[in-house]
Nanobody
Framework: QVQLVESGGGLVQAGGSLRLSCAASGRNSDTIGWFRQAPGKEREFVAAINWRRSSTYYADSVKGRFTISRDNAKNTVYLQMNSLKPEDTAVYYC??????????????????WGQGTQVTVSS
């Protein structure tokens, strides 16, 4: 079993920054991913990190602006969000994927999810 708790969301002006945290407890997972969902839109992949290899993956929409990282000692994954845009506004979720054989960008491949944290970017 894995429990995930997100924090760090809030209101920020366009061009500003936020850092989201995902604190994990329980057994280690192969991959920790970040997804986001805006009202009326499907849940979309944002970024992911492979726990063992530290490989990172990013959606094209956030590449160059967001950075995903980990702290093994704290069992925490971070999402540093810079140069935020209004279109980044969404509820952000962290998720844990157990199996390394599955695709990192597909929400259905993740077994555990946090409750989400709201990120609002004003124009």
């Amino acid at each position: 079993q894995v429990q995930l708790v997100e924090s760090g969301g809030g209101l920020v002006q366009a061009g500003g920054s936020l850092r989201l945290s995902c604190a994990a407890s329980g057994r280690n997972s192969d991959t920790i991913g970040w997804f986001r969902q805006a009202p009326g839109k499907e849940r979309e992949f944002v970024a992911a990190i492979n726990w063992r290899r530290s490989s990172t993956y990013y959606a094209d929409s956030v590449k160059g602006r967001f950075t995903i990282s980990r702290d093994n000692a704290k069992n925490t994954v971070y999402l540093q969000m810079n140069s935020l845009k209004p279109e980044d506004t969404a509820v952000y979720y962290c998720a844990a994927k157990r199996y390394y054989t599955s695709t990192y960008s597909v929400p259905e491949n993740y077994q555990y999810w946090g409750q989400g944290t709201q990120v609002t970017v004003s124009s």
